[in-house]
């Protein structure tokens, strides 16, 4: 049984950092491509941030990019969201996804392609 546990949210000023990360358990961490969504109150789950399963290719939403990156450590099983410049409108839950993939450079944008998800952490950027 594959569980996901993320983790690392909190409560920052607008300008400050997180990371978050989440754990891959009960399955092969390079079997799998990974992704953050997160969804803020009142509205739909939307896409953060993309990597593929071992060729490290990555894509972000354009609100995200150039402040956040997406990584994965084989070693540790964990992949990570670096969240740098945060703002109030990145507020919101953020959720980690996994699912297998046949391809090694192939990333995942939509929510319905992943199987595995995570529990959700709570990210609040005050300004």
Request: one cysteine or more; hydrophobic letters at 30%.
């Amino acid at each position: 049984q594959v569980h996901l546990a993320d983790a690392g949210g909190g409560l920052v000023q607008a300008g400050a950092s997180l990371r978050l990360s989440c754990a891959l358990s009960g399955g092969y961490f390079n079997g799998y491509a990974m992704g953050w969504f997160r969804q803020a109150p009142g509205k739909e789950r939307t896409f953060v941030a993309a990597i593929s399963r071992t060729s490290g290719d990555t894509v972000y939403a354009d609100s995200v990019k150039g402040r956040f990156t997406i990584s994965k450590n084989a070693a540790e099983n964990t992949a990570y969201l670096q969240m740098n410049s945060l703002k109030p409108e990145d507020t919101g839950v953020y959720y980690c996804a996994g699912r297998t993939s046949q391809r090694n450079n192939v990333y995942y944008t939509k929510p319905e392609s992943y199987t595995y998800w995570g529990q959700g952490t709570q990210v609040s950027v005050s300004s």
